[in-house]
């Protein structure tokens, strides 16, 4: 199956995908513009998935329409990736005869989660590493990581990053990030220096789970920092700007980060950019909350019911059919927000406050705010915690699922379509 046609109003993209398979190991393929004009894989090396295909022009779509009078000579984003990988990717025109910008090429490093994590969280440096070959075609070479991460971050470098007129617009912004906020810069260019001296004052641990863009043309990938040519309408609602960064309220992390930084205390920056994350710190509670739960309760547990005989109604007992998780593939930005909304609403009429946020994160957590909220199943339907199932699509269906939704498997439903049916089957207007 070929790939759809992408073209900007300047010229048509082409797009360079490197995959890291395995512990460290890279496949690569070009997406591009074939010389009859339709879209395709110009080449590949042989570990390219065509399952990714439909991932990878989302990507390239959701980069955004080219406003006029804008190039790109270079930039650098990231974004999660389906099988559990991490997409760097780099963006830059590659020009036309008459000097214009011509196509503009996308070059990405798919990372698998756990090389991305042991190598800090940069996409700078992962993006530095492997610099593109636009004009690689046929066949391509795996390629491979070598060596050891990037180096420790210094005292000397840091003073340097805080060495300029915008410090503390640096400073903010970081804070603002640790505190859940989003960053936006307006710039007619790519600014690589702002969003990597950003990246150079965060701790390793929250670096892994922001998602920066050195430049953009739009904002439905939902960016956590992100700069673009023009910061307007609802993408950038909830973002704060450059003015408001230099404003934003000191925080604890930000005060002792300066501290450190001025004292030239080495030894204190390392603790601070070794600080667990919240999410992370939040997974270790909940965990060893329900590990002493679970031991509690297990001396009081009468043991495991006799396993059912072979052929009785529970040995067949009704499982949901849900689509396979490589099946599903991440929500762009219009669907999370549709999905959000219609979370939202039927989370008004259950009393349930559902967050705005559209993370998976968020769209699990507001999805299981909606099931407790509904309470217990049809004929005692129990498809287990909706997180362990995974993609988003899965947990909705599991959901319909379990309320008895007759057709909770059709094909073709968008996830907020699925919100809407089952708010209509528990009759709830």
Known sequence: ??????????????????????????????????????????????????AWRPAVERLAANFGERPEGVACPGCVFAQPFPDRQVVVVQAADQGGSDGRPGALAFRLLLVPARLYDRLGGDPFAIANRFPPDWKARGDLPSLE??????????????????NVPHSATLLGGVQALLDGGRLVFERTAPDAHVLRSLWALLPTASRRGLWPATFAFSNACRFHAVVVPRAEGPDFADYIDEERAGDYPAGR?????????????????????????????????????????????????????????????????????????????????????????????????????????????????????????????????????????????????????????????????????????????????
């Open 1 to 50: 199956m070929g790939l759809v046609q992408l073209k900007y109003n300047t010229g048509a993209r082409q797009l360079l995908i490197v995959w890291f398979g395995g512990d460290g190991v890279i496949e690569q393929a070009i997406y591009g513009v074939q010389d009859g004009g339709d879209g395709g894989i110009l080449a590949h090396s042989p570990g390219f998935l065509d």
């Open 145 to 162: 990581w070598t060596g050891e991460p990037p180096p420790a971050r210094t005292v000397e470098e840091i003073q340097k990053v805080l």
């Open 253 to 429: 992390y930000e005060l002792q980060l300066q501290t450190a930084v001025e004292s030239g205390d080495q030894r204190e920056m390392d603790a601070l950019f070794a600080r667990r994350s919240q999410r992370h710190m939040l997974h270790l509670v909940v965990g060893l909350l329900l590990f002493m739960m679970a031991a509690s309760l297990a001396s009081l547990w009468p043991g495991p019911p006799a396993a059912p005989k072979p052929g009785t109604a529970a040995a067949a007992a009704d499982q949901p059919k849900l689509p396979a998780a490589e099946a599903c593939p991440p929500l762009d930005g219009p669907q999370r927000r549709q999905l959000v909304e219609r979370l939202q609403q039927l989370g008004r009429l259950r009393g349930v406050a559902v967050p705005a946020d559209t993370t998976d994160a968020a769209l699990t957590d507001g999805i299981e705010k909606i099931d407790a909220a509904l309470g217990p199943g049809e004929a005692g339907r129990d498809p287990g915690r909706l997180h362990d199932l995974g993609p988003v699509q899965r947990q909705l269906r599991a959901l319909l699922w379990k309320h008895g939704v007759a057709d909770y498997d059709a094909p073709g439903l968008e996830p907020a379509q699925v919100v809407v049916r089952l708010q209509d089957k528990m009759g709830l207007k």
